[in-house]
T-cell receptor, first 112, second 113 residues
């Protein structure tokens, strides 16, 4: 069965600093991979997705993610974090008709 | 384009009571999903509909949870009777078709006391 691990429960970065959120997945075939962001009291917003092709994927709000099959990873990056990026971030793997399996999430805090 | 709508946004009930949640997906989206998100965890799929048919309900506690999607548009999720461990946010999502990205509603926060 597919699974997703987000090793970091909390991450704190300074505004303007770079960010990398880690995601490792387990799935036997070629996965569909997603990053979602959730602000307090809100639903999940799709940041970016990987279905196939170029392993470096660009998303909204200046985020990007790189699919590395050899490491079973799909890490999310942003070169310069803004205070408004503070939220919870979820990595998800899709399979079996697009059933999504989510990681436990990483809470991002941004300090000024 | 209107997003996924859910109501109510918040609900507080006592254990053993019943509760129902409503979801209206994005127009034209054939696939609808209900997720349960317990505090500190990622969302977990409860049930997936394709039009008005159930595709996957393997993680739905069928002794107390039920869901329907009449006419392949709106959907309701019901819990009867509720338990304390049902306290969670219930998220509805829709996609144009399975294998396409899912769009989420704001969720319903349920507190069972």
């Amino acid at each position: 069965a597919q699974s997703v691990t987000q090793p970091d429960i909390h991450i704190t970065v300074s505004e303007g600093a770079s960010l990398e959120l880690r995601c490792n997945y387990s799935y036997g075939a070629t996965p569909y991979l997603f990053w979602y962001v959730q602000s307090p009291g809100q639903g999940l917003q799709l940041l970016l997705k990987y279905f196939s092709g170029d392993t470096l994927v660009q998303g909204i709000k200046g985020f990007e993610a790189e699919f590395k099959r050899s490491q079973s990873s799909f890490n999310l990056r942003k070169p310069s974090v803004h205070w408004s990026d503070a939220a919870e971030y979820f990595c998800a793997v899709g399979a079996n008709g697009n059933k999504l399996v989510f990681g436990a999430g990483t809470i991002l805090r941004v300090k000024s | 384009e209107a997003g996924v709508a859910q109501s109510p946004r918040y609900k507080i009930i006592e254990k053993r009571q019943s509760v129902a949640f409503w979801c209206n997906p994005i127009s034209g989206h054939a696939t609808l999903y209900w997720y349960q998100q317990i505090l500190g965890q990622g969302p977990k799929l409860l049930i997936q509909f394709q039009n008005n048919g159930v595709v996957d309900d393997s993680q739905l506690p069928k002794d107390r949870f039920s869901a329907e999607r009449l006419k392949g548009v709106d959907s309701t999720l019901k819990i009867q009777p509720a338990k304390l461990e049902d306290s969670a946010v219930y998220l509805c999502a829709s996609s144009f078709h399975a294998r396409y990205e899912q769009y989420f509603g704001p969720g319903t926060r349920l507190t069972v006391t």
